[in-house]
């Protein structure tokens, strides 16, 4: 069982920069693979990137270049840090847990609640 708890969120200005965090509990976090997931109001849960135990990658096309994911093992913590936002980035963002690295929100076991992301223009 993992527990995750999202934070970092916010209200910023396009062209800005947020770095969200997602703090995990249980002693097998270094085993998971970790993904951020964005939810807009009225649109399906999309998923933003992804970064397996021994720290490959994946990223969607529409923040590649902007978005960077990272996690630090000893501190069971995931990060998304997130530049040159955009009004079209607002949305919930999730963090999940999972046993692979994949894009797929559907590979994902544990969810957390969360953090809202506004970008105004």
């Known amino acids: 069982q993992v527990q995750l708890v999202e934070s970092g969120g916010g209200l910023v200005q396009a062209g800005d920069s947020l770095r969200l965090s997602c703090a995990a509990s249980g002693r097998a976090f270094s085993s998971y693979a970790m993904g951020w997931f964005r939810q807009a109001p009225g649109k399906v849960r999309e998923s933003v990137a992804a970064i397996s135990p021994s720290r490959p990658t994946l990223f969607a096309s529409s923040v590649k270049g902007r978005f960077t994911i990272s996690r630090d093992n000893a501190k069971n913590t995931v990060y998304l840090q997130m530049n040159s936002l955009k009004p079209e980035d607002t949305a919930v963002y999730y963090c999940?847990?999972?046993?692979?690295?994949?894009?797929?929100?559907?590979?994902?076991?544990?969810w957390g609640q969360g953090t809202q992301v506004t970008v105004s223009s």
């Open positions: 999940a847990a999972g046993r692979e690295l994949t894009m797929n929100v559907d590979r994902y076991d544990y």
